[in-house]
């Protein structure tokens, strides 16, 4: 029998004053079973980062040619890609094939190892921008996961400031290539 799914509803006050970017949200995530609870969450904060009327979540672990997250503009075409993790010069390479843009946001106690045998190759991408998650930070987003989630988010000077009911979260990202 297969594994289906774990769905979770997030209902998030969204104020980004640095895109001048105000919303209210309302997402379903599907966790695949093989993602793990700090991919899911990350996966969330890097929605909220890039939030966008047509900003949508791929098809991800299960479709390996799909973005994680992507936005497609007017003319049907990937304005923004966004990946997440360690991943390799091929993928990175067709998504700057496919997109005007791409993101890759970088978690994980392996990154700097993984940021110093890929640096040289993936500087040669002008699309790409790659961004890093503090461990700590990804630990205490995990706390936060429930199946129903409520959050109040401000953005300011590339500050992510998450509130959960009493827990207040600040979320910075370190910049390995802009």
């Known amino acids: 029998m297969a594994l289906k799914a774990t769905i979770y509803k997030v209902n998030i006050e969204l104020a980004n004053m640095d895109r001048n970017y105000y919303d209210s949200l309302q997402l379903t995530l599907a966790q695949h079973p093989s993602e793990t609870e700090q991919r899911l969450m990350v996966r969330l904060i890097c929605y909220i980062l890039n939030a966008h009327p047509d900003l949508q979540f791929g098809k991800g672990v299960s479709d390996e040619d799909e973005a994680v997250i992507r936005q497609i503009n007017y003319s049907d075409e990937i304005a923004l890609w966004i990946e ?27 990154v700097n190892t993984w940021w110093s045998q890929s640096q040289a190759t993936l500087l040669k991408f002008p699309k790409l921008s790659i961004e890093q998650f503090d461990t700590t930070t990804t630990n ?27 827990e207040t979260l600040l979320i910075e990202t370190t910049t390995l290539k802009s």
Request: charged share 30%.
């Open 84 to 110: 997440l993790g360690q991943i390799d010069e091929k993928r990175i390479k067709k998504a700057c094939n496919k997109a005007a843009k791409v993101k890759l946001y970088c978690y994980g106690s392996s």
């Open 140 to 166: 205490e987003l995990v706390k936060l996961l429930s199946r129903n989630m409520e959050f109040q988010c401000s953005i300011q000077d590339d500050q992510l400031w998450l509130s959960c009911g009493d």
